[in-house]
């Protein structure tokens, strides 16, 4: 959402937020010639939030002052002294479409957009600010177009400027994290890949073809929190203790009850993968070639392979850091964190073309 186009000459270092819905990530991103270097980072986790949340899948977040006084904490911790930054906004908060234009100019793209989008945006456009990406053809070709459109409530947005005022930081742009997540991960520009995003309250399945985001569907189903209390009602732990036995074993478990329970969790959001994989197929004559998983749940024991096997396909965990220039002692460390800070890292790049 870039409702400040006016900054044309970004800063080289820039702060990338994601507020999770159970934890707050922050990096900071530093760029010299081709190189990039995660400067600082921090995370704050806020599971007790999640806890007592009496929604599994609503869009409820922190409150404002919550959020800034958290993210202060983390920005202190960290050190990071840059102010200019860059928020995502979750996938829940955003609705996706894609639609056709006729050939234009690119001059005319964006009065097209404005123009066709409430037909296809169940939001009031006056209330609502849209982004947007060609996904194929360019303007000025005499050539049909698509474009994908993002839409957030204007609410929304105002609430996170609020965030970034209240926590010191100057707020450069808002971005959908499915556009933040395909720019750190995905590196190959000739596949088409289905990545996934396996967070705590919301799983993201993303199709993109050449590089470009094509699709994103956003589920309230199969979650990281769901697998977390379906192992708690089952072992009757509290959901502190079911987190860590999920973490541990996972899929991968010698306790048939933990395993059972948490393939009950993973089997809808394979189903609904293969669905979406199909559909595309059908549609749009690609074939998905390669899974990337990525949010927190990527790195559930055995779901890699659980997802290899019943897709048939090649699926990796991408590391967002891989061509960053980091200390070797490092490289374990942020391979591990990679799945789960990928958004926040994609949305500081991108205020660091
Ligand atoms: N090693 C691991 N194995 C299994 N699950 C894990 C592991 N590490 C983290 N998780 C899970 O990942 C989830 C957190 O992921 P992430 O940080 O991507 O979520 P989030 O961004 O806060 O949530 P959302 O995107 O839904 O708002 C939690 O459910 C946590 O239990
Ligand atoms: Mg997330």
């Known amino acids: 959402m870039g409702f400040n186009p006016f900054n044309l000459f970004l800063p080289k270092r820039m702060v990338g937020v994601d507020i999770g819905t159970s934890s707050i990530k922050i990096v900071e991103i530093s760029k010299w010639g081709g190189g990039r270097t995660l400067e600082n980072y921090g995370e704050m986790k806020s599971a007790s939030f999640f806890r007592d949340s009496s929604s599994q899948t609503g869009s409820n977040l922190l409150s404002a002052g919550f959020i800034s006084k958290a993210m202060k904490a983390i920005l202190d911790e960290a050190r990071i002294k840059t102010k200019a930054a860059i928020f995502s906004i979750p996938d829940y908060s955003t609705f996706f479409v894609s639609f056709d234009l006729p050939p234009l100019t690119e001059k005319e793209v964006s009065e097209a957009v404005r123009f066709n989008a409430p037909q296809y945006v169940p ?20 050539q049909p177009m698509k474009v994908l459109v993002a839409a957030v409530a204007n609410q929304i947005v105002q609430e996170y400027q609020r965030i970034a005022q209240m926590a010191g930081l100057q707020l450069y742009a808002l971005e959908a994290e499915a556009l933040s997540i395909v720019r750190a991960l995905v590196k190959d520009n000739k596949m088409t890949i289905c990545l996934l995003d396996i967070g705590t309250q919301s799983t993201t399945v993303n199709i993109i073809e050449h590089g470009v985001l094509k699709k994103s569907h956003s589920l309230d189903f199969s979650t990281g ?129």
């Open 123 to 142: 939001l009031p456009i006056s209330e609502t600010t849209l982004d947007w990406k060609i996904i194929s053809g360019t303007p000025g070709n005499k």
């Open 225 to 353: 929190g769901q697998m977390t209390y379906s192992i708690a009602s089952a072992l009757d732990k509290s959901y502190t203790e079911a987190e860590d036995i999920k973490i541990k074993d996972g899929l991968l478990s010698s306790n048939e009850n933990i395993k059972n329970t948490l393939y009950l969790q993973v089997d809808p959001l394979l189903t609904e993968v293969k669905k979406i994989i199909s559909e595309y197929s059908q549609y749009e004559q690609k074939e998905v070639q390669e899974i990337y998983l990525a949010g927190g749940t990527a790195n559930l024991p055995g779901l890699k392979e659980y997802f290899a096997e019943a897709l048939d396909r090649k699926v990796q965990i991408p590391n967002c850091f891989s061509d960053f220039l980091t200390a070797p002692i490092l490289e374990e460390t942020l391979a591990e964190m990679s799945p789960r800070f990928c958004v926040a890292v994609g949305v500081a790049l991108s205020g660091l073309k």
